[in-house]
């Protein structure tokens, strides 16, 4: 029986992949675990497989390009009940890696190497991937996801095996670091974390790594994971600070260190107000297209939300903020038909007609994102059915 798969992703690693392969299967070893080294080739051309081959490790050729891709074709073909994953470059002792196991054998789901609190040898990492990259990336993750990992992007992680279902892992690139470390945060798994030190990789090629591509990467997913950060933090704030103003500007014009704030400012809140509720509904859209799909996992106060906030309540909330606003219309009307339809003062009628606005175009918004909302929430068979 395989305890252990150690899988490495490789894309010519000729001059380090020998050296990684011995250093594993001394790591092994020493935690006296029964295990495997699994090559997963991404179509090196300067004969890595062979070399890997003639150390007894199995390679299992990959085509699809991608470091996540390479991984998740290393994970299929592992027998292991647990799996390490690290680069073949060398930069990782995979010697020490009775730490990450021991974990494992505790009850831990994933184990992550620190770097940081391992030690970083000098030339082991970019500057600006060491003192801004990754504390960044790293701070965010920690920041949007509630998790205390402290080196989000440390390629020297180790897993149990069976909870790669509930982690449905699919980013090709290298923001597969990322997505495993989220997921595993936002599935409720035991992380924990091992230090571990970092080595100038042995290669005399150009790394594939490109800082500043693959940064944008994980900032993007770590963004396009989170719609309260993305979304719902921004929209409310945006929707807050129209709402304030507006409400501010209601009783007449106002000074602010001898600034004149008038009708002009509130059409910009008003603006505001309507960004921030759009986005707003697109935290919701986001989150409940996420859970339906398995992107993200199914929130207990989500469902709850949303069997109360049905598409006829959506309905009847939307109807009153037009009737809202289409009181606050036949207002104005009425005071410019007291005039006798003649010219008004538009500071003052405006005060009444923006606000109404408003309330058509947030009315009109949620009867749209009612309807919106229950078609996102269709099961298959619901749809079937429907048809």
Same mark, same amino acid.
């Given at each position: *029986?395989?305890?252990?798969?150690?899988?490495?992703?490789?894309?010519d690693?000729?001059?380090?992949?020998?050296?990684?392969?011995?250093q594993?299967?001394?790591?092994? @070893?020493?935690?006296h675990?029964?295990?495997?080294?699994?090559?997963?080739?991404?179509?090196?051309?300067? !004969?890595?497989?062979?070399?890997?081959?003639? %150390?007894?490790?199995r390679?299992?050729?990959?085509s699809?390009?991608?470091? !996540?891709?390479?991984?998740?074709?290393?994970?299929?073909?592992?027998?292991g009940?647990?799996?390490?994953?690290?680069?073949?470059?060398?930069?990782?002792?995979?010697?020490?890696? =009775?730490?990450?196991?021991e974990?494992?054998?505790a009850?831990?789901?994933? &184990? *992550?190497?620190?770097?940081?609190?391992?030690?970083?040898?000098?030339?082991?990492?970019?500057?600006?991937?060491? $003192?801004?990259?990754?504390?960044?990336?790293?701070?965010?993750?920690?920041?949007?996801?509630?998790s205390?990992i402290?080196?989000?992007?440390?390629?020297l992680? /180790?897993?149990?095996?069976?909870?790669?279902?509930?982690l449905?892992?699919?980013?090709?690139?290298?923001?597969?670091?990322?997505?495993?470390?989220?997921?595993?945060? #936002?599935?409720?798994?035991?992380?924990?974390e091992?230090?571990?030190?970092?080595?100038?990789?042995?290669?005399t090629?150009?790394?594939?790594?490109?800082p500043?591509?693959?940064?944008?990467?994980?900032?993007?997913?770590l963004?396009?994971?989170?719609p309260?950060? +993305?979304f719902?933090?921004? @929209?409310?704030?945006?929707? #807050?600070?129209?709402? @304030?103003?507006?409400?501010a500007?209601?009783?007449?014009?106002?000074?602010?260190?001898? =600034?004149s704030?008038?009708?002009?400012t *509130?059409?910009? /809140?008003?603006?505001? =107000?309507?960004? !921030? $509720?759009?986005?707003? +509904?697109f935290?919701?859209?986001?989150r409940?297209y996420?859970?339906?799909v398995?992107?993200?996992? /199914?929130?207990?106060?989500?469902?709850?939300?949303?069997?109360?906030v049905t598409?006829?309540?959506?309905?009847?909330?939307?109807?009153? +903020?037009i009737?809202?606003?289409?009181?606050?219309?036949?207002?104005?009307?009425?005071?410019?038909?007291g005039? @006798?339809?003649?010219?008004?003062? $538009?500071?003052?009628?405006?005060?009444? &007609?923006?606000?109404?606005?408003t *309330? %058509?175009?947030?009315?009109?918004?949620?009867?749209?994102?009612?309807?919106? %909302?229950?078609?996102?929430?269709?099961?298959?068979?619901?749809?079937?059915?429907?048809?």
């Open positions: *029986m395989v305890e252990v798969s150690v899988v490495m992703p490789c894309l690693e000729s001059e380090s992949i020998g050296e990684c392969i011995r594993a299967k001394k790591g092994l @070893g020493r935690a675990a029964q295990g495997e080294i699994v090559i997963a080739d991404n179509g090196s051309t300067d !004969g890595s497989q062979d070399i890997a081959r003639s %150390l007894d490790a390679v299992i050729d990959v699809r390009k991608g470091y !996540g891709s390479a991984l998740m074709g290393g994970f299929e073909a592992a027998r009940t647990y799996i390490i994953m690290g680069d073949a470059d060398a930069s990782y002792d995979f010697s020490s890696l =009775t730490p990450f196991i974990r494992l054998r009850g831990d789901d994933l &184990v *992550m190497g620190n770097r940081f609190k391992g030690g970083i040898k000098p030339s082991a990492m970019p500057f600006l991937n060491r $003192y801004l990259g990754n504390p960044v990336l790293s701070f965010i993750g920690r920041l949007f996801f509630s205390k402290g080196d989000f992007h440390c390629g992680r /180790a897993f149990r095996r069976d909870m790669l279902p509930k449905n892992l699919q980013s090709e690139g290298m923001e597969f670091a990322s997505e495993m470390v989220v997921k595993a945060t #936002l599935n409720d798994l035991a992380i924990s091992v230090p571990t030190t970092l080595s100038p990789a042995l290669r090629r150009k790394p594939h790594l490109r500043w591509r693959d940064g944008w990467r994980h900032l993007r997913f963004l396009l994971f989170s309260r950060w +993305l719902f933090y921004p @929209g409310v704030a945006l929707m #807050l600070l129209g709402l @304030g103003t507006t409400v500007l209601l009783p007449g014009q106002l000074d602010i260190l001898g =600034t704030f008038d009708v002009h *509130m059409v910009y /809140a008003s603006a505001l =107000t309507v960004v !921030g $509720y759009q986005a707003i +509904l935290a919701v859209f986001a409940t996420a859970i339906t398995g992107f993200l996992p /199914a929130k207990p106060w989500l469902n709850e939300l949303l069997e109360r598409l006829e309540v959506g309905v009847l909330a939307g109807a009153l +903020l009737l809202a606003g289409l009181l606050l219309s036949i207002i104005a009307l009425l005071i410019w038909g005039t @006798g339809f003649s010219q008004l003062d $538009y500071r003052e009628t405006l005060r009444i &007609v923006i606000p109404a606005g *309330m %058509l175009i947030l009315g009109v918004q949620t009867i749209l994102a009612s309807f919106f %909302l229950s078609i996102l929430g269709l099961t298959p068979s619901q749809t079937q059915r429907g048809c």
